[in-house]
């Protein structure tokens, strides 16, 4: 459901906020848009080495969308990456 998705934005969006240099734009749909503290190129490649698919969407600015086919392990899953991949803020 939509409903289900937006509720996994915020969580992926709030993931995100806790990261040292990572600026979110608070999501009011199943889209997060992050500004990022290095090449949104290079944030990408270390997200999809841990299975999480984005694209860039600028220099330092990154889209996640959440859709039907994301459950919640699999947001479990892209937040572990997050956390592993970026230290806190």
Partial sequence: MLRDDHRRALTLAE???SRR???VIPPHSNIVLAHTPEAS???LASLEENGV???AFGPR???LTLHRDISDNDLARAVQAVHALFPAA
């Fill in 15 to 17: 993931a995100l906020s």
């Fill in 61 to 63: 600015t990154i889209r």
């Fill in 53 to 55: 698919r984005g694209v």
């Fill in 41 to 43: 190129g290079d944030v």
């Fill in 21 to 23: 240099g990572f600026e």
